[in-house]
């Protein structure tokens, strides 16, 4: 990936992450962003797909929220885990920039979602990720070197003259 990419969308970023750490969460690969078949007679709309090594049936549903002023709650946890049940997932990964609060915790736990911690204006190269205790951080910085030559003459009665 080129350091210059700009990313479209948190979830592009999420999606990047996942694929990177994929072994992590015990996944062959990370599926991008489509619809699934719930058993209610729904199709669901999400984030992404992880697909198991061990078994290609089995799929982690994979849900972002950038929202940076707000932590999860157990509402917004709990419509992830209602999804993993009607589709017949075996789990699910949740993606957002603040920590989840208790309820949505117990929820998560309760429902075997994994919630990954990503900065809500993260790069592939300008990132903090953390998940199952663990802590990433890239940061990158450009620096910009200019030359400066100055010419001093100076002729044969001491006078100086700058170029």
Known sequence: MSSQQSWKSYEDVARYFLNRFREEFGLERVDPKQKIAGIS?????????GVRECDNSAIMLVECRQHRSKRLNQEAVGGLAYRIIDTGASGGIIVSPLPLQDGAKKVAEANHIVHVQLGPDSTPENFAISFFNK??????????????VSVVITDKSGNKRHH
């Open 41 to 49: 007679g729904t199709s669901w709309a999400i984030d992404a797909k």
């Open 135 to 148: 802590v990433f951080v890239g940061i990158t910085e450009r620096v910009t070197i200019s030359e400066h």
